[in-house]
């Protein structure tokens, strides 16, 4: 059973950076699938932020992208998600999941962006 | 982009009665070339990640009980929950990755009557 943890700063300011890590367990990170960031706003519904191939390949929602990078340590078993200039309106659970088909999630984390 | 349409937004069932929520998308998430539709289902309750009820429109995810079912393929498809349950109070997404970018519908939130 591949399980994912995501892991970072629960708290980020406005204008700055939020960058979070999600690490495989049970299971390789270099396979087949895509490994995708999906975030939740308090209260809201679902986001789809992007994905990262084992070859580095990313695709990103056309809302985000200019903002977004999602790259891959295949030495670690971990892919991660940069966010930069943020805002309030950024604030949510950040979960990352495998597959485009999101067979499997982390539990998320909660990031917010305040001063 | 595929814009995911649910309806009704929110539903109240008794208990043992059946529910029924539907999932529309602005395009097709079904390949004539893999005969699949790109379509899952998923259960979020409050405080934990989504959780994978049904896959490929019409096949439950592991140890999903027997009383969720998934049918529909194109544009239009359905999830029903036979006999309600207390435990099965939650939001309920469609999705689909048909194409990029993936997207959500807005969720159905499944309450008791």
């Known amino acids: 059973q591949v399980l994912l943890q995501e892991s970072g700063p629960g708290l980020v300011k406005p204008s700055g950076t939020l960058s979070l890590t999600c690490t495989v367990s049970g299971g390789s990170i270099n396979t087949n699938d895509w490994w995708t960031w999906v975030r939740q706003p308090p209260g809201k519904g679902l986001d789809w932020i992007g994905e990262i191939s084992r070859s580095g390949s990313t695709n990103y929602n056309p809302s985000l992208k200019s903002r977004v990078t999602i790259s891959l340590d295949m030495s670690k078993n971990q892919f991660s998600l940069d966010l930069s200039s943020v805002t309030a309106a950024d604030t949510a659970v950040y979960y990352c999941?495998?597959?485009?088909?999101?067979?499997?999630w982390g539990q998320g984390t909660l990031v917010t962006v305040s001063s | 982009d595929i814009v995911m349409t649910q309806s009704p937004d929110s539903l109240a069932v008794s208990l043992g009665e059946r529910a029924t929520i539907n999932c529309k998308s602005s395009?097709?998430?079904?390949?004539?070339?893999?005969?699949?539709?790109?379509l899952t289902w998923y259960q979020q309750k409050p405080g934990q990640p989504p959780k994978v009820l049904i896959y490929w429109a019409s096949s439950r995810g592991s140890g999903v009980p027997d009383r969720f079912s998934g049918s529909g393929s194109g544009t239009d498809f359905t999830l029903t929950i036979s006999s309600l349950q207390a435990e099965d109070v939650a939001v309920y997404y469609c999705?689909?990755?048909?194409?990029?970018?993936?997207?959500f519908g807005q969720g159905t939130r499944l309450e008791i009557k």
């Open positions: 999941a495998r597959g485009r088909n999101l067979a499997n």
């Open positions: 999705h689909q990755y048909y194409s990029i970018p993936i997207t």
């Open positions: 395009q097709t998430v079904s390949s004539s070339s893999t005969n699949k539709n790109y």
